[in-house]
Each structure stands twice: as structure tokens, then as C-alpha cells.
């Protein structure tokens, strides 16, 4: 006989998924629509390394357009960007950096980083379901999970400009890191807290009932 958990245990933690959708302005489709079309024809018969710019590219648009472009803008190649986004160190064997540039300044279309922040459907989502959670249970502690160092620090900034109290955490904090989660923590402190994947290291956050994986497209 075979006892579970779930049969034993009266308290334990029920997860109540709920998805949230948002849409495309027509602007922001018509900006995602050029890249893809323009990644998929300089991906034609190019080298496996190459074709990642693919899933690369597009999964840092689907979790933040305007983090994405400021990302590109300030990177400049597809090298910077596997080895600070997606951690493929283990290329630099195979594939110098050198060989894996791909600056953007030849996208055939233009970028307007202002208008796709402006009107940034998934950030506006994002803020009303937070406005909403907070009106109800204004101590309520949430987590809003991002891998992307560039959307990290794109919502930190906009929620700070919206009135909200936030903090980030991410690779690379060593020193910062104590002291971000123990703020976070206190009753007086910030109620959202932006981590990457460093978030889910050994750290006790059983306080905090609420995360948004704010990656899904």
C-alpha cells in the first residue's frame, strides 16, 4: 500500500495556476512579424550555432519586446547575447566569438524603442494584475520570474516609475544578495521582487505566495 503526501498532510500547499493573456498591438506584431521573417532567411543554410539566433531572438521578444531591443542595441552581437542570456559557454571551443556576430544595424525596418515601451501590452498587463493583487492584500509578497537579465531590469525600472516598491536579484550579486532578500522579507518592505533563476538557489522565500513567470509568451 502506497501512502501519498497529498493524503497525509492537511496543510500542505495547494498551487492555483491562472493564466493571464494579453495581445499584440498592431505595432508590436508587425515589429515581431519583421524579425522573425528576417532571422528565418539569414538562418537558411546557415550552421546549427547560427540557427539558435532563431530561438534565441524570439524568446527574448516573447518575454519583453522592448527589453529585447534595448538588449540588441546595447550588445550588438548574437556572441554577447548566448553567452550573457542563454549561459552557452561550452561553444568557445567550437565557436570563437568572433564568428558569431550578428549586428542588427541591417534590419530592414526601423525600431522605435520609445513606442514599443509606450505601448507595452504585456507590461500593462502585468501592472493591472498587480494593482489588482495589491488593492485586495496590500502586504502581499510576490516574485516575478524573468531568465533575461534585460527584462529584469526593464520591469525593475518601470515598476519603480509606476509607484510600485521593488527589488531585483540576478547572477552575479554576491554582496548585494543577503541584503536584497532580507529587505525583501521585512513587513516594511518592497512587496516585488524580479529574480532570474538565482532566486530558486537555496534560498527560503516560503513567505511569499505569488510568482509570475513573466517569460511565457
Not at 107 to 130: G, T
Not at 160 to 165: I, M, S, Y
Amino acid at each position: 500500500s502506497r501512502t501519498r503526501k497529498r493524503d497525509v498532510l492537511e496543510n500542505r500547499v495547494i498551487r492555483v495556476p491562472s493564466t493571464y493573456d494579453f495581445y499584440f498591438s498592431e505595432y508590436e506584431k508587425q515589429i515581431y512579424d519583421n524579425v522573425t521573417r528576417y532571422i528565418r532567411g539569414k538562418s537558411t543554410g546557415s550552421s546549427t550555432i547560427y540557427k539558435l539566433t532563431l530561438v534565441a531572438r524570439q524568446r527574448q521578444m516573447t518575454s519583453s519586446l522592448p527589453a529585447a531591443f534595448q538588449h540588441w542595441k546595447d550588445h550588438h552581437s548574437l556572441g554577447d547575447m548566448l553567452w550573457d542570456d542563454l549561459g552557452l559557454s561550452e561553444l568557445e571551443e567550437t565557436a570563437p566569438r568572433d564568428s558569431l556576430e550578428d549586428d542588427l544595424s541591417d534590419l530592414p525596418f526601423d525600431v522605435e524603442l520609445h513606442r514599443l515601451e509606450a505601448n507595452d501590452s504585456k507590461y500593462d498587463k502585468l501592472k493591472r494584475q498587480i494593482e489588482q493583487l495589491l488593492k485586495k492584500a496590500p502586504s502581499e509578497k510576490l516574485i516575478i520570474f524573468s531568465f533575461y537579465r534585460g527584462t529584469i531590469s526593464y520591469l525593475e525600472r518601470r515598476l519603480h516609475n509606476d509607484g510600485f516598491k521593488a527589488l531585483s536579484l540576478m547572477g552575479g550579486m554576491r554582496k548585494e544578495k543577503d541584503q536584497i532578500l532580507e529587505d525583501f522579507a521585512s513587513v516594511e518592505g518592497p512587496n516585488i521582487l524580479i529574480s532570474s533563476e538565482v532566486g530558486a538557489e537555496g534560498i527560503d522565500l516560503q513567505f511569499c505566495h505569488t510568482i509570475i513567470n513573466y517569460d511565457l509568451p
